[in-house]
């Protein structure tokens, strides 16, 4: 009999999923009435939030927060969390690590922004090279932009118009990244308010881990750029299989095509990100999120010979209006706070933690998964976890679409929530940071066996 004869998601009865969902959703309600009223308040002023994505959560009401340290989060409610979400990566390192706290103090008194360099930036430029690689660097407030402005670099630098994606890829708020496959073709995501043009007439998308479909995608030599994470996240992860990144590089440079490696989240991987890890050799590269410690900001880095293409573009177009650089970009505390985080937070020291501690939490998970004989997976990339509602490992962004099981990952995060542990709102995503302690991965480990049991009987 099948699970969908049988009334089972995903290995669980519907009736007793509806029913643990819709006790759990109960429960939260009635333990924060406090944030209630402010949900209550705040909706003729934000239709409900300041930013819509904050509705993401499958919550009655959001949760409201009063204070976050380290690696826990407190509510107006009162009720103390142990914080696996962590800002969905912005806040990676823990909240307000010390040496971003002294950075902001000593900045503080000297202005904010003045569209100038400071002596951080100096020491900003030599810790990223340092760090990731890349001989060039350019700063920018969000990974979105980050990406928006090396794809124009790279189209300006090849004089090529395509770029290539990554079916299921998530790359923030990038125009030309809004492309998926459908039915074997590409489209502009359904989802997309206000496009009015057609993105696919533009962008190549080929599955992840498909290196005869990106062979042929760059054939024509008239793609710009591949923009790829180097794990697929943000979509159900994907990790690469055997070979894939050294085959994504021949293609690459076999057909002068430049690639851009957006760590964004797998930096979650150590100090240089997958990128260094694994020996990986972009011209490209961004990282956003956490790298000033949860002050917005991000990077952008790209190697001599983009740099050499670069200054010729400079010199023959006129001045201003490149659509590169925002005015609030490498603003003063901006780069401060990044060269506290560079030098003092992300560290080995503090990855070697973030890393043991990831290592117990996926075996934990795991160990309840196989205990109750469930047809989910764990997968991980450095500090970050995710559970998957579905068999593993997954392929590629179809696959990952597939695995999706909206009602039962949102009945597990609301579960989890109420027993103390707060998750990603999406993806079933959980991150390790240098402030989390052994005692928190095991209480999400338990949270997510009282679950299990109560989904699966």
């Not at 670099?153 to 998926?180: F, Q, S, W």
């Not at 047809?375 to 679409?401: D, K, Q, Y």
């Amino acid at each position: 009999m099948s699970e969908a004869a049988g009334g089972r998601e995903r290995g669980i009865l519907r009736e007793r999923l509806a029913a643990f969902a819709a006790a759990e959703r109960v429960r939260y309600a009635r333990a924060r009435p406090r944030a209630a009223a402010l949900a209550a308040g705040g909706a003729g002023y934000y239709a409900g939030v300041p930013m819509h994505w904050m509705l993401d959560w499958p919550l009655p009401f959001p949760m409201v927060v009063a204070d976050a340290r380290g690696a826990s989060l407190t509510d107006v409610d009162g009720h103390e969390l142990a914080d696996f979400c962590l800002g969905d990566t912005g806040s990676m390192f823990g909240h307000s690590p010390e040496p971003v706290l002294r950075a902001l103090a000593a900045q503080s008194g000297h202005g904010f922004a003045y569209m100038l360099p400071t002596e951080h930036s100096v020491a900003v430029g030599r810790l990223l090279v340092e760090r990731f690689g890349l001989p060039h660097w350019q700063i920018a407030t969000t990974a979105s932009d980050a990406n928006r402005f090396a794809l124009r670099i790279a189209r300006g630098v090849t004089n090529r118009p395509k770029i290539l994606v990554m079916n299921g890829c998530y790359h923030g708020a990038v125009d030309e990244t809004y492309v998926e496959l459908h039915s074997g073709q590409a489209r502009s995501r359904p989802a997309l308010i206000g496009q009015f043009t057609d993105l696919a007439a533009e962008t190549r998308v080929v599955e992840f881990n498909d290196v005869g479909a990106l062979e042929a995608a760059l054939a024509a030599r008239d793609v710009a750029c591949v923009i790829t994470e180097p794990v697929l996240t943000n979509c159900c992860m994907v990790l690469p299989a055997p070979g894939y990144h050294a085959a994504l590089r021949r293609a690459t440079r076999a057909t002068g095509t430049l690639l851009l490696i957006d760590e964004t989240h797998t930096i979650s991987t150590g100090p240089g990100g997958y990128t260094r890890a694994h020996g990986l050799e972009p011209d490209l590269f961004v990282v956003g999120k956490p790298i000033a410690g949860g002050v917005p900001a991000s990077a952008w880095g790209f190697s001599e010979e983009v740099a050499v293409g670069w200054d010729r573009l400079r010199r023959e177009k006129p001045p201003g209006h490149s659509g590169l650089g925002t005015t609030l970009s490498a603003n003063a505390l901006a780069m401060a706070t990044m060269h506290a985080t560079l030098a003092e937070v992300m560290t080995p020291a503090a990855y070697a933690h973030m890393e043991a501690l990831a290592v117990r939490l996926a075996a934990g998970l795991a160990g309840v998964i196989d205990g109750r004989g469930l047809p989910w997976h764990v997968a991980r990339v450095g500090a970050r976890v995710e559970f998957i509602c579905a068999p593993g490992p997954l392929r590629n962004g179809s696959e990952a679409a597939a695995a999706h099981a909206p009602a039962l990952e949102q009945a597990i995060h609301v579960g989890l929530l109420n027993r103390g542990c707060l998750i990603a709102p999406f993806h079933n995503m959980m991150l390790l940071c240098p402030a989390t302690r052994s005692e928190q991965v095991d209480q999400l480990v338990g949270a997510f066996g009282e679950v299990a049991a109560a989904l699966a009987g």
